[in-house]
């Protein structure tokens, strides 16, 4: 699992009372999948985390999420574990063309002359 700095944004939304969609929209994240884990304790940091780990370890272990962001504040932890969005191979396609004929249009724009320049 690797971190993310966009589900981490999005664990500190969520921690601030934001919705999940709301959260990862914000954040600029597209998942295919995703879940929220929160605990709350009033023991220090480490031991909250180690609570943490135990208490939600198989979907931690899941080899499906893929990303994972967290948000620790006093007292309460917050984390979005996340299957990133990818498109299939049309969607990339039609994607990589899209950006080709945008490419393409902004070279083929004619540039405006310089005030005072002959036409």
Known sequence: M???AQLERAAALLAA???????LKQAGYRANR????????????????????KRHCELIADPSLLEVGFHQQP????AVL???FVP???EA???????????????????????GAPR
């Open 2 to 4: 690797r971190q993310s």
């Open 82 to 84: 996340a299957v990133p």
């Open 17 to 23: 009372g934001t919705d999940l969609d709301a959260a």
């Open 75 to 78: 007292g309460a932890l917050t």
């Open 93 to 115: 396609k039609i994607q990589a063309n899209a950006s080709t004929k945008a490419d393409a249009n902004t070279k083929a724009a004619p540039k405006p002359a310089a005030p």
């Open 34 to 53: 995703s879940h929220v884990l929160n605990m709350a304790s009033n023991v220090v940091p480490a031991e909250l985390t180690l609570m943490f780990v």
């Open 88 to 90: 299939t191979a049309a």
